[in-house]
């Protein structure tokens, strides 16, 4: 590594699971390798938590620039990375994005959002989301030159960034977060003695919660009423949140949606849980499979590329369809399916003219 500064390049970089491998990343770097870092720059989100208490004393301390959410904010944002930048940096864009200005220096941009390097069905985000998706495939593809190389999670991120950018430079390096080991504000009242089922995931359209409702209508219209925890916030996604307890109510599903959860609760709700279920349609990464698989906990998967790409489930499923996902449940919970009997000729005319 150049022996000049790091800067860590975040706008955008709140919460989910950006948000969790970027809050790992600053303790780690401060906590256990301050001689890599030497004086830095910190460019983060407003929203993204303090990271003073993440520093150890004794370490250089980083020069940390806050940037709002905003179109105005972000453009000086990155020609502040460009100003701040000199031959010997080392610049990590976390965000998923090159820089838009050149920069000096050795630039490695970390790709996590599979929207912006892939096309993607996006048909069922809000109009304001395809545009502003629309936008930033169209920066990634113009401003990729501006990146040294460029680093993804998985093979099939590999593969599909070199499929866009044939001939960059591309590496695969996973990395995962250690796990909570603070206890965190308690969860919501929980009476019962455990979830059969927790999905950790934000409300976004590709992670699927409508289709593993209509799953769990479809259980309940059979008679079969397995527990499942959710994780969608009423603050950010208010239509899903409301849709979801309007299902819970009409069908009597035990289902419990605690919202936006730290780490800590994350954890927690592994260790109340008897499996992950994850609908998911795309992932650039998957990080909760790996902590439900670090957890011990049997996985029930959407039979996708990039959940083979990091685990190897109990069982899988169409996610476009609510009843291959509920054929999936009643198998690992060892429940009888109910399959069509066929009528002869005979049987068939009797009923035909018996209606």
């Given at each position: 590594?150049?022996?000049?500064?790091?800067?860590?390049?975040?706008?955008?970089?709140?919460?989910?699971?950006?948000?969790?491998?970027?809050?790992?990343?600053?303790?780690?770097?401060?906590?256990?390798?301050?001689?890599?870092?030497?004086?830095?720059?910190?460019?983060?989100?407003?929203?993204?938590?303090?990271?003073?208490?993440?520093?150890?004393?004794?370490?250089?301390?980083?020069?940390?620039?806050?940037?709002?959410?905003?179109?105005?904010?972000?453009?000086?944002?990155?020609?502040?990375?460009s100003?701040?930048?000199?031959?010997?940096?080392?610049?990590?864009?976390?965000?998923?994005?090159?820089?838009?200005?050149?920069?000096?220096?050795?630039?490695?941009?970390?790709?996590?959002?599979?929207n912006i390097i892939s096309r993607t069905d996006v048909s069922s985000y809000s109009w304001k989301q395809r545009l502003r998706i629309e936008l930033e495939r169209l920066w990634f593809r113009t401003r990729a030159k501006t990146a040294t190389e460029f680093i993804v999670q998985t093979e099939t991120m590999h593969d599909l960034l070199d499929q866009l950018l044939p001939g960059a430079a591309i590496r695969v390096r996973p990395f995962v977060p250690p796990p909570a080991d603070e206890p965190g504000?308690?969860?919501?009242?929980?009476?019962?003695?455990?979830?059969?089922?927790?999905?950790?995931?934000?409300g976004e359209p590709h992670k699927n919660h409508r289709q593993l409702i209509q799953a769990w209508c479809l259980l309940a219209r059979g008679g079969l009423f397995p527990s499942l925890c959710?994780?969608?916030?009423?603050?950010?996604?208010?239509?899903?949140?409301?849709?979801?307890?309007?299902?819970?109510?009409?069908?009597?599903?035990?289902?419990?949606?605690?919202?936006?959860?730290?780490?800590?609760?994350?954890?927690?709700?592994?260790?109340?849980?008897?499996?992950?279920?994850?609908?998911?349609?795309?992932e650039s990464f998957g990080l909760p499979l790996l902590e439900a698989q670090r957890h011990k906990l049997p996985i029930v998967a959407a039979e996708r590329d990039y959940v083979r790409d990091v685990v190897s489930p109990e069982a899988t499923f169409d996610p476009d369809s609510a009843r291959s996902i509920a054929r999936a449940v009643q198998r690992v919970l060892g429940q009888g399916m109910t399959q069509s009997r066929f009528m002869n000729p005979e049987e068939f005319l009797t009923a035909m003219f018996a209606a």
């Open positions: 590594m150049p022996a000049g500064p790091l800067i860590i390049h975040a706008p955008n970089v709140h919460q989910g699971g950006g948000g969790t491998l970027l809050r790992s990343l600053l303790a780690t770097t401060w906590l256990n390798a301050p001689a890599l870092v030497k004086p830095a720059h910190l460019i983060l989100d407003t929203r993204f938590e303090s990271v003073e208490a993440e520093i150890a004393t004794g370490c250089p301390q980083p020069t940390v620039h806050r940037v709002a959410p905003s179109l105005r904010a972000r453009w000086r944002a990155e020609r502040l990375l100003q701040l930048s000199r031959p010997d940096t080392r610049i990590l864009c976390f965000a998923g994005q090159p820089p838009l200005f050149p920069c000096q220096g050795h630039v490695s941009v970390f790709v996590q959002n599979r504000p308690r969860l919501l009242p929980f009476t019962g003695k455990g979830y059969d089922f927790c999905y950790i995931a934000t959710l994780t969608v916030g009423q603050q950010n996604s208010p239509e899903l949140h409301d849709w979801i307890e309007a299902r819970r109510l009409d069908h009597g599903l035990k289902l419990e949606n605690v919202g936006y959860v730290s780490a800590a609760q994350v954890e927690q709700i592994y260790g109340r849980s008897r499996r992950l279920i994850y609908p998911s349609h795309y």
